[in-house]
Nanobody, 118 residues
Framework: QVPFVESGGGLVQPGGSLRLSCAVS????????MGWYRQAPGKQRELVAG???????NYADSVKGRFTISRDNANNTVYLQMNSLKSEDTALYYC????????????WGQGTQVIVSS
């Protein structure tokens, strides 16, 4: 069973906002660093944002100041608030453990599609 279920994607105009959610199961969530990753067509998967167990955060340069990652340990959920969306943010978004691709588990969910277009 894949332990990550992403939701909240959709079609949004440039400049708009979306909030992604990821429900996590099968691990002791509060002890794990978590990350949001994305993969655009024809591109490699990349880290968007990470949050440690102690809530330290890191972001890709391309999203700094626009995206915010957060976590709810009581509900085993990690969020990604995305503001000021741009067309280049269009991608399939995934959550996984870790704050970089090398630390992610081998289990990937189906992701949630984000399309930024007018």
């Amino acid at each position: 069973q894949v332990p990550f279920v992403e939701s909240g994607g959709g079609l949004v105009q440039p400049g708009g906002s979306l909030r992604l959610s990821c429900a996590v199961s099968g691990i002791t969530f509060k002890y794990y660093a978590m990350g949001w990753y994305r993969q655009a067509p024809g591109k490699q998967r990349e880290l968007v944002a990470g949050i440690s167990a102690g809530r330290s955060t890191n972001y890709a340069d391309s999203v700094k100041g626009r995206f915010t990652i957060s976590r709810d340990n009581a509900n085993n959920t990690v969020y990604l608030q995305m503001n000021s969306l741009k067309s280049e943010d269009t991608a399939l978004y995934y959550c996984n453990t870790g704050r970089d691709l090398g630390s992610a588990s081998r289990y990937w969910g189906q992701g949630t599609q984000v399309i930024v277009s007018s």
